[in-house]
């Protein structure tokens, strides 16, 4: 099993192309044995029905591969349309917020995180062995999860303080025509490189494994199709959620905000577990959901439930707050009635 997660490098671009499901529950299982393994005492059996498990789903995926330039559309579309709506909900606020003319802090973080993701990508192909530096992408993509999803979480929040109209007054009256704080801004655009370098570097190691079985001409070619449909993407969601009306705006963009840093919890810890760094603890009770990142080990499990309370904590005790905020004003607007 360490050497297959060594491996895994080599091949989950392959894996990926083939099918969603197969990579997600490769990804999923290698935890599982792993756990199984380092229990005390240890569970071989179990070890040896996932690992027999795996066999059997990657087995016909095996062998030669040749890629199409749907292939490259697939994987460019998968790993940037997280990054892409994450970096959407931040120019959605700055324009919410009148602030627009900062939006230079977004493009800095995402240009900054595709440089780094081509660069690290690079150096890893020509100085290392896949095998080698497959641990540390887990660490990588773990670390950059977690900390993405910290401030994802954050972001989340903040929206959803902003969904109602005493909030997003308050918040105006506070900041008036103010630029933000430098260090707010400097957040905005860490989080758009922690989103874009996440996803950024692996996408250009899929690429990079790529190469050798497709024709360059396919592959530009589908780099190119597919940063073209992101920018379409991109295009419609700016022009139609500017347009919309605040709060359906920002209730929108929280919730969304709130699902990428849900996802990206349990990425991250998953990356951590698959680099050796955090303990895996499964249990065949707990679901396995693959487009919420949720996976059967308690470790990652847990903190996402916990977020998941906190969540429903917030809006019920916002709710409150905002009737008893109404009943208070309602009753006084009732006294100036009668003295009137």
Not at 55 to 82: C, N, Q
Not at 251 to 259: N, T
Request: hydrophobic share 50%; with cysteine.
């Amino acid at each position: 099993m360490s050497d297959f997660n060594s491996s895994w490098l080599e091949v989950e671009g392959v894996v990926l192309t083939k099918s969603q499901k197969i990579y997600n529950d490769a990804e999923k299982d290698m935890v599982g044995a792993k756990a199984y393994l380092e229990v005390n005492p240890a569970q071989p059996d179990k070890a040896l029905k996932t690992i027999e498990r795996m066999y059997g789903y990657l087995s016909p995926i095996a062998g030669e591969t040749s890629y199409t330039t749907l292939d490259v559309i697939t994987i460019i579309l998968r790993e940037g349309l997280e990054a892409l709506l994450v970096v959407i909900a931040l120019l959605g606020f700055l324009k919410k917020s009148g602030h627009e003319d900062k939006k230079g802090w977004i493009y800095g973080g995402v240009g900054i995180g595709l440089g780094v993701s081509i660069v690290l990508a690079v150096l890893v192909k020509v100085l290392f062995a896949s095998g080698t530096f497959g641990n540390n992408n887990f660490l990588i993509s773990g670390w950059t999860g977690v900390f993405a999803a910290v401030m994802l979480i954050y972001v989340s929040y903040w929206l959803h303080s902003k969904s109602s109209a005493m909030g997003w007054q308050s918040y105006i009256q506070k900041t008036g025509t103010k630029a933000l704080a430098t260090g707010s801004l400097f957040s905005l655009g860490l989080l758009a490189f922690l989103a874009v370098f996440r996803e950024g570097t692996e996408t250009v190691l899929f690429y990079i494994g790529m190469a050798s079985s497709i024709s360059l001409f396919k592959l530009v070619l589908g780099i190119g199709l597919g940063c073209m449909i992101l920018l379409v993407i991109a295009l419609l969601i700016l022009k139609v959620g500017l347009r919309i009306p605040m709060k359906p705006f920002f209730m929108v963009s929280s919730l969304l905000v709130f699902y990428l840093g849900l996802k990206f919890t349990g990425m991250g810890i998953n990356g951590l577990q698959l680099a050796g760094v955090l303990p895996a603890t499964t249990s065949d009770f707990l679901p396995s959901i693959s487009w919420l990142a949720v996976y059967p080990a308690w470790e990652s499990f847990i903190p996402q439930v916990i977020l998941l309370i906190g969540a429903v904590v917030m809006v019920l005790r916002d709710r409150l707050n905002l009737k008893q905020t109404f009943k208070k004003d309602h009753t006084k607007e009732e006294i100036i009635h009668d003295i009137v």
